[in-house]
């Protein structure tokens, strides 16, 4: 049984920084990329970042490219959402989720749709608020 919780997320003024660790659990966690993906109420779920298997390679939505850093340490079986200069249409729930396929060979092609990952944490939130 796959588990992910997801840790650091709250409340942070426009400009500021936050950030979340997902700890992975239940299988070879560095033969999966993962991805955090984030909603906003009212809205569909949306691709934020994702990275590859040994973290080499990473892939970010628009919206967020140039402020947000993703990393993983699969010693520790985690992955980091580092987020800098947060702006209020950040705020969202925030998931962590691994994906439902295993590495296959070395090239790595970012999966960008919520139904390509198949165990998600239960999700943190980040609120942007003055």
């Known amino acids: 049984q796959v588990q992910l919780v997801e840790s650091g997320g709250g409340l942070v003024q426009p400009g500021g920084s936050l950030r979340l660790s997902c700890a992975a659990s239940?299988?070879?966690?560095?033969?999966?990329?993962m991805a955090w993906f984030r909603q906003a109420p009212g809205k569909e779920r949306e691709f934020v970042a994702a990275?590859?298997?040994?973290?080499?390679?990473?892939h970010y939505a628009d919206s967020v490219k140039g402020r947000f850093t993703i990393s993983r340490d699969n010693g520790k079986n985690t992955v980091n959402l580092q987020m800098n200069s947060l702006k209020p249409e950040d705020t969202a729930v925030y998931y962590c989720?691994?994906?439902?396929?295993?590495?296959?060979?070395?090239?790595?092609?970012?999966?960008?749709?919520?139904?390509?990952?198949?165990?998600w944490g239960q999700g943190t939130q980040v609120t942007v608020s003055s």
């Open positions: 990275i590859s298997w040994s973290g080499g390679s990473t």
């Open positions: 239940g299988r070879s966690f560095s033969n999966y990329a």
């Open positions: 989720a691994t994906d439902r396929t295993r590495r296959v060979g070395n090239v790595w092609v970012p999966k960008l749709e919520d139904y390509e990952y198949n165990y």
